[in-house]
């Protein structure tokens, strides 16, 4: 009676081992398309702001290249001896800004 007790304790144990299996391998493929569908939406809205980010990237560059320009004037219309210093610092952000959209598009693809 052990035997056969065991036996059956067996048969229903492979049954409900082969029902999920079955169940996850029925399943999978089905979430696996939404995780898909749901990566490539996430991956378009993504390279959509950081087109949106690159070009505020260009406009702040060009506000501080206004602001710096006329700080520059400003500096050399007094006859202060740093003009040259504040020219280069100013000059050198927007260059920054500048250069990290124009890579930020170029590695993305944008």
Same mark, same amino acid.
């Given at each position: 009676m052990?035997?056969?007790?065991?036996?059956?304790?067996? #048969?229903? *144990? !492979?049954?409900?081992?082969?029902? /999920?299996? +079955?169940?996850i %391998?029925?399943? #999978?493929? *089905? !979430?696996?398309?939404?995780?898909v /569908?749901? +990566?490539?939406? %996430?991956n378009t809205?993504?390279?959509?702001y950081?087109e949106?980010?690159?070009?505020l990237?260009?406009a702040?560059?060009?506000v501080?290249g206004?602001?710096?320009?006329?700080?520059?004037?400003?500096?050399?219309?007094?006859g202060?001896?740093?003009?040259?210093?504040?020219?280069?610092?100013w000059?050198g952000?927007?260059?920054?800004l500048v250069?990290?959209?124009?890579?930020?598009?170029?590695?993305?693809?944008i």
């Amino acid at each position: 009676m052990n035997k056969q007790f065991s036996r059956s304790n067996k #048969i229903q *144990s !492979f049954k409900k081992v082969l029902a /999920a299996t +079955i169940l996850i %391998a029925v399943c #999978i493929p *089905s !979430f696996s398309q939404d995780g898909v /569908a749901g +990566i490539e939406e %996430a991956n378009t809205k993504v390279r959509g702001y950081f087109e949106v980010g690159c070009n505020l990237m260009y406009a702040i560059g060009a506000v501080v290249g206004l602001i710096g320009a006329v700080k520059v004037y400003q500096k050399w219309n007094q006859g202060d001896q740093d003009t040259s210093k504040v020219a280069a610092s100013w000059f050198g952000s927007c260059v920054f800004l500048v250069v990290v959209a124009t890579v930020i598009k170029s590695f993305f693809g944008i």
